[in-house]
């Protein structure tokens, strides 16, 4: 029997949360992908397919891809996001497990101003 990827793993829960969750003009969806070299989040209104703000850790001088980096990220998404006007948001971890820089992302995103 072959063994399943933590990756397949993860993208069959990230299908199972985007089934239910999408965002729209009032509420967009604030998503995270995490690579070995970094972090990236977008902001989008799934209703017109566009990506409204983006940014990842290569944005930010001396970050690190460690749970401070992800809060400064967070920080620097909602700062975007309150330049565009955006207060709430939806937010999709993309099958990550909510801890470390998942957690920190979102915590630096609260404290950026941003609600969810």
Same mark, same amino acid.
């Given at each position: 029997?072959? &063994?399943?990827?933590?990756?397949?793993? %993860?993208?069959?829960?990230?299908? %199972?949360?985007?089934? &239910?969750? =999408? @965002?729209? !003009? =009032? %509420?967009? %969806?604030? *998503? #995270? $992908?995490?690579?070995?070299?970094?972090? $990236?989040?977008?902001?989008?209104?799934?209703? !017109?397919?566009? *990506?409204?703000?983006?940014?990842?850790?290569?944005?930010?001088?001396?970050?690190?891809? !460690?749970?401070?980096?992800?809060? +400064?990220?967070?920080?620097?998404?909602?700062?975007?996001? #309150? +330049?565009?006007?955006?207060? !709430? #948001?939806?937010?999709?971890?993309?099958? $990550? &497990?909510?801890?470390?820089?998942?957690? =920190?992302?979102?915590?630096?995103?609260? +404290? @950026? @101003?941003?609600?969810?």
């Amino acid at each position: 029997m072959a &063994k399943v990827s933590n990756n397949n793993s %993860r993208v069959k829960r990230k299908k %199972r949360v985007r089934a &239910k969750i =999408s @965002g729209d !003009t =009032s %509420r967009p %969806r604030l *998503t #995270v $992908y995490k690579s070995l070299r970094g972090i $990236y989040a977008q902001v989008i209104d799934d209703s !017109t397919g566009k *990506t409204l703000a983006a940014a990842n850790l290569a944005e930010i001088k001396k970050a690190k891809n !460690t749970a401070e980096g992800a809060k +400064e990220l967070g920080k620097l998404i909602a700062k975007k996001c #309150v +330049e565009l006007k955006i207060k !709430t #948001v939806k937010y999709d971890r993309a099958g $990550y &497990k909510y801890h470390g820089k998942i957690k =920190s992302l979102a915590e630096g995103a609260r +404290e @950026g @101003g941003l609600i969810f």
